[in-house]
Each structure stands twice: as structure tokens, then as C-alpha cells.
């Protein structure tokens, strides 16, 4: 299933004043790059710093440390940032696409001089930031303080918020980003548990899955309600209306 593009559609924030509205001097400052699945993205050109903004796509930040402890920190959605200087240093840092789609890549004296002359687009990226620190803090705490239920349950929140879009029969269904293990890894848990926990939520009738890469929600206030943290999470959203996302 291809990404919708919620920059193109202008507002993509749940704001009715539209404040990260996606400035045109981004799209013209910016390289235009096609992800696929799997393709690192080098955080640095030529040794210099690099920013991300993504058009398209669906990214896994992700950490090596020594003796190859490996973890991946954050997703980043559609709309979302990523300045490398955001990477810990003395750490092997990684950017990867998990799906096909478009990034725009910058200089980072490039977009540090855009940011000092266009006051639309430092806003964006202010609240861009913002917004995903809130997403990070949300899913360092269920990490830290939920069941296992709790964790993965507030993980398809977070799938169905940003990348969900409406099906048939009020259902919401997206692409499941990461693998099993990848999942696992993402939550801190044993992947024979997050299998036990995707059949229990199918069995109950919550989720249907035609493919292992393909989730619908069957019933998103009854997911939400399972987790302390859907509300929170669902207020970090850009996505626009359902109304105007085609249904499938």
C-alpha cells in the first residue's frame, strides 16, 4: 500500500489554525529523494551534517552500541524531521526507509540559513520537533511503565494515528512497518510474546490481518481504550481528517 502524501494536502496537524502547514521554500531548498525498503539514508554528505524532512515514507532511527546492542529508537512519519545531530556521538547511528516513498534532504547550512529567513518554516520545524519529542516520551514510558499488552497495543496506536488511513466498514488499516523481531526489539519484548498478544487481539476480534504486513483495525475506541497512553498518543497526530483520506 503506497503512503498518502499529507504534505501535499497542506494542514497536516490537528490544529484548525494549521500551524505546521508544510512551507513551499522546504520543497524548493530541498534534495528530492525516492526511498525503498531497507535503503540507508547517510546522515552526513561529504562529512557535513544533514536534515531530513519526510515527504513520504516511513523511517526507523536506530542505535548500535558496543558488543553490537542494537535498538531502534523512533519511527519517523510523514511530516516528521531529522537533523543527524540528533544521533548520540561515539554511537554507529543509523536512518533507514522502511517503505518505499520521499524524503527531502538538506545541508545543514542550507537549512540553518532557511530556518534564519523563513519564519514559516522555522515554525515548522519547532513544532516538528515538538511533536515527536512528545511521540518519544510517550513511547519511552510505555516502554518503561505498561504490561506487555499495554506497549504493543500503544504501538498500533501509534501505527494506526500516523500511517492509518480508513477502510471499509469503519475499519483503520496500514502496513505494518517493521518486522516481527524488528517489533520486538522496538518494545523490548520476546517476539513469541508479541505473537501471543497479535492472536489474542485477532481472536477477540479487534484486528484482522489478510497478510503479515497488512493490519486493520476493527474497532479503534476499543483498542484505544486498552492502553493508557491512546489519548496522548492520538493527540501527537498530523494526519488529516478522515474525510479526506480515500477509503479502501
Given at each position: ?159 494506526a494515528t500516523h500511517i492509518g488511513v480508513p477502510a471499509s466498514e469503519g475499519r483503520i488499516v496500514f502496513e505494518m512497518p517493521l518486522s516481527r523481531t524488528e517489533v520486538a526489539e522496538y518494545l523490548g519484548l520476546n517476539a513469541d510474546t508479541?505473537s501471543r498478544i497479535m492472536s489474542r487481539l485477532r481472536n477477540e476480534g479487534l484486528l484482522t490481518q489478510p497478510d503479515r504486513h497488512t493490519v486493520f483495525v476493527r474497532d479503534l475506541a476499543a483498542l484505544a481504550a486498552l492502553t493508557p ?20
Amino acid at each position: 500500500m503506497k503512503e498518502l502524501d499529507p504534505l501535499s494536502r497542506g494542514c497536516i496537524g490537528p490544529s484548525a489554525n494549521c500551524p505546521d502547514m508544510f512551507p513551499p521554500e522546504l520543497g524548493e531548498h530541498g534534495t528530492l529523494v525516492h526511498t525503498r525498503h531497507g535503503q540507508p539514508l547517510p546522515l552526513s554528505l561529504c562529512g557535513e551534517e544533514t536534515v531530513f524532512v519526510v515527504r513520504m515514507a516511513t523511517l526507523l532511527f536506530r542505535l548500535t552500541l558496543a558488543d553490537n546492542i542494537r535498538q531502534g529508537v523512533t519511527l519517523l512519519y510523514p511530516g516528521d524531521v531529522f537533523r543527524s545531530a540528533f544521533a548520540p556521538p561515539r554511537s554507529a547511528a543509523h536512518l533507514i526507509a522502511l517503505t518505499s516513498g520521499e524524503v527531502l534532504r538538506y545541508r545543514f547550512d542550507t537549512f540553518s540559513r532557511l530556518l534564519s529567513t523563513s519564519p514559516a518554516a522555522r515554525d515548522y520545524f519547532d513544532l516538528a520537533v515538538a511533536r515527536q519529542a512528545a511521540r518519544q516520551a510517550i513511547h519511552l514510558t510505555a516502554v518503561g511503565q505498561l504490561d506487555s499488552s499495554q506497549r504493543l497495543i500503544t504501538f498500533l496506536m501509534e501505527l494506526a494515528t500516523h500511517i492509518g488511513v480508513p477502510a471499509s466498514e469503519g475499519r483503520i488499516v496500514f502496513e505494518m512497518p517493521l518486522s516481527r523481531t524488528e517489533v520486538a526489539e522496538y518494545l523490548g519484548l520476546n517476539a513469541d510474546t508479541l505473537s501471543r498478544i497479535m492472536s489474542r487481539l485477532r481472536n477477540e476480534g479487534l484486528l484482522t490481518q489478510p497478510d503479515r504486513h497488512t493490519v486493520f483495525v476493527r474497532d479503534l475506541a476499543a483498542l484505544a481504550a486498552l492502553t493508557p497512553a491512546s489519548q496522548s498518543m492520538m493527540s501527537t497526530r498530523r494526519a488529516a481528517p478522515a474525510a479526506d483520506f480515500p477509503e479502501r
